[in-house]
């Protein structure tokens, strides 16, 4: 499985800021809209949501079929702490996985140097420098329709 974190405080969290062991290249991979909606539309929740999923066996089976999974993690800020609303970790498998590297991929560029760039500034505590060097992230506009199977909560926010 391969996932797609579409925050980057979120991302600089999961890797340390480049700096854990086998994950010190950061990388920016822009995909089509179309295959990410199309991702989000054939993806299961990772986790069984009451109210959401029938019953949790309909759930598992769904789960084991879908080409993709999706939870809803904290969003965190510039010292990687957690912050009230989510962001989405949509996780790619079997065709999902194929179509993602052969198909959706438009770009990748390496970002290891920005993601050291502001975390110095996170060090030395000169959060305003910090944050101008944030890449540019807003709410990504979808019909709810999409992400009706996703969510059961209205704070979730695809970002």
């Known amino acids: 499985m391969t996932w797609i974190k579409p925050s980057f405080l979120w991302m600089m969290y999961r890797c340390g800021w480049g700096t854990k062991e086998g994950q ?32 949790r066996a309909t759930w598992k089976r769904q789960l084991k079929r879908a080409p993709a999974r999706v939870q809803w993690d904290p969003e965190r800020n510039l010292y990687l702490q957690p912050l009230a609303h989510r ?21 990748i560029t390496d970002i290891t140097s920005l993601a050291h760039t502001i975390h110095a500034h996170v060090q030395d505590g000169d959060l305003d420098a910090a944050q101008q060097l944030l890449l540019r992230e807003r709410t990504y506009p979808v019909n709810e329709g999409v992400l009706a199977h ?10």
């Open 150 to 159: 996703l969510r059961n909560e209205p704070i979730c926010q695809l970002r």
């Open 24 to 55: 010190e290249t950061v990388l920016a991979v822009e995909i089509s809209r179309e295959g990410f909606e199309w991702a989000l539309k054939h993806a299961c929740l990772c986790h069984y949501e009451p109210g959401l999923h029938a019953d």
């Open 87 to 107: 962001s989405l970790q949509l996780g790619l498998a079997g065709e999902a996985a194929r179509l993602y590297a052969d198909e959706w991929t438009v770009s």
